[in-house]
């Protein structure tokens, strides 16, 4: 299953903190995604990005912040103005826009 | 933007027995539309997928109908068993000014009983 690899596995946030969450691939695609899960709504897009240097805001962008400054490396941070940021934060990549998503294995972010 | 929504919200089933798996969408210029089954703890997996040019695909026990005009397309699973016992969710992706996005219906939780 090896690919895409998130870490930390489990991470807790502090009130009024930022947390960055880590995304790596090695299968040379050009897009990736992160996504929110919550229980009962699926999975939601935070944001996306094509190509390097370059992303774009999904459907519930606001508190987070992205860079793509690698190919290979795409970081989510949680700012503190996420005021409901427990949950389980997906990771994905595609060759393109147009090919099929790969899911990393996956953060459980919580709040302390 | 595109919406997708999904149902059953949970199915279950008899071993041997089929399930099916509805979503629709509303964005016309969809063009892809994936299925994907996550386990308990793991990470989401494509099993299935279709583009719009396409009206079924089969693959062993597992289909996919794609209905254009109505907007909306269904995950069959046919002579089930314990481990097909997942999360599935069904996602679209959007064409035109959203090119890329992919949106994913809220999952159906499909248990199979022995």
């Known amino acids: 299953d090896g690919g895409i690899t998130q870490s930390p596995k489990y991470l807790f946030r502090k009130e009024g903190q930022n947390v960055t969450l880590s995304c790596e691939q090695n299968?040379?695609?050009?897009?990736m995604y992160w996504y929110r899960q919550d229980p009962g709504q699926g999975l939601r897009l935070i944001y996306y990005?094509?190509?390097?240097?370059?992303?774009q805001k999904g459907d519930i962008a606001e508190g987070y912040s992205v860079s793509r400054e690698k190919k290979e490396s795409f970081p989510l941070t949680v700012t503190s103005a996420q005021k409901n940021p427990t949950a389980f934060y997906l990771c994905?990549?595609?060759?393109?826009?147009?090919?099929?998503?790969?899911f990393g294995s996956g953060t459980q972010l919580s709040v302390l | 933007g595109e919406n997708v929504e999904q149902h059953p919200s949970t199915l279950s089933v008899q071993e041997g027995d089929s399930a099916v798996i509805k979503c629709t969408y509303s964005?016309?210029?969809?063009?892809?539309f994936p299925w994907y089954k996550q386990e308990l703890g793991k990470r989401p997996q494509l099993i299935i997928d279709?583009?719009?040019?396409?009206g079924e695909k089969k693959d062993q026990r597992i289909a996919v109908t794609l209905n254009k005009t109505a907007k909306h397309f269904s995950l069959h699973i046919t002579e089930t068993q314990p481990e097909d016992s997942a999360v599935y969710f069904c996602?679209?992706?959007?064409?035109?000014?959203?090119?890329?996005?992919?949106?994913f219906g809220q999952g159906t939780i499909l248990t199979v009983h022995p």
């Open positions: 996602a679209a992706r959007a064409g035109g000014t959203s090119y890329g996005k992919l949106t």
């Open positions: 994905a990549s595609s060759q393109d826009l147009r090919e099929k998503l790969f």
């Open positions: 964005d016309s210029a969809s063009n892809y």
């Open positions: 299968l040379n695609h050009d897009a």
């Open positions: 279709i583009r719009s040019n396409v």
């Open positions: 990005s094509q190509i390097v240097n370059d992303f």
